[in-house]
């Protein structure tokens, strides 16, 4: 199984600051065949549902703010929320999509001073 | 609008069976694999099983592999979950969610407590 391996477990900025969320994989993501990194992103904000936010590594879902990246390939991946916003506070989760079992990484939950 | 809709939680006695219900609408029920994902209370998420659109291909996590089946009616926009040999572990939300991969649709959830 690929353990995904999430960093930091919290975080507490102030609106506008950036923020950055790791993610490391104990296999590589990358496919061969077409050069794609297999790995998402999801929030949740309290009480809710996840929501995808990014997929293939990078690509962000529609109707997901730009300040919302993600970038990384292989084994390391990273999410970075630039300008923070109070409704940015939530839970963020990665997630492999290259093999079964799908695995998630253990969450970060950002706060907002 | 797509709509997960999940039924059927509730409180159940350790190694009683239980059966879960997600009603799909507002997509093509029957052009997406879809997926039972759990989070335990204040923990987080755990994928439990997934399917293909015709059924064809299924997996599970290791935790509930010969416990739990998946399956699916599409001329009903149904996915189902059936528990069997529930354990005190199997506590959580379970969030109905659709396409295989990165899921892209997630149900509000429904509960699941085992406890006696």
């Known amino acids: 199984d690929i353990v995904m391996t999430q960093s930091p477990s919290s975080l507490a900025v102030s609106a506008g600051e950036t923020v950055t969320i790791n993610c490391k994989s104990s296999q590589s993501l990358l496919s061969s065949g077409n050069q794609k990194n297999y790995l998402a992103w999801y929030q949740q904000k309290p009480g809710q549902s996840p929501k995808l936010l990014i997929y293939?590594?990078?690509t962000r879902e529609s109707g997901v703010p730009d300040r919302f990246i993600g970038s990384g390939s292989g084994t390391d991946f990273t999410l970075t929320i630039s300008s923070v916003q109070a409704e940015d506070l939530a839970d963020y989760y990665c997630q492999q999509h290259y093999s079964y079992p799908l695995t998630f990484g253990s969450g970060t939950k950002l706060e907002i001073k | 609008e797509v709509q997960l809709v999940e039924s059927g939680g509730g409180l159940v006695q350790p190694g009683r069976s239980l059966k879960l219900s997600c009603l799909a609408s507002g997509f093509t029920f029957s052009n997406y694999g879809m997926n039972w994902i759990r989070q335990a209370p204040g923990k987080g998420l755990e994928w439990v099983a997934s399917i293909s659109s015709s059924s064809s291909y299924i997996y599970y996590a290791d935790t509930v592999k010969g416990r739990f089946t998946i399956s699916r009616d599409n001329a009903k926009n149904t996915l189902y979950l059936q528990m069997t040999s529930l354990r005190s572990e199997d506590t959580a939300l379970y969030y109905c969610?659709?396409?295989?991969?990165?899921?892209?649709?997630w149900g509000q959830g429904v509960m699941v407590t085992v406890s006696s």
């Open positions: 969610a659709r396409r295989l991969g990165a899921v892209d649709y």
């Open positions: 293939l590594a990078s």
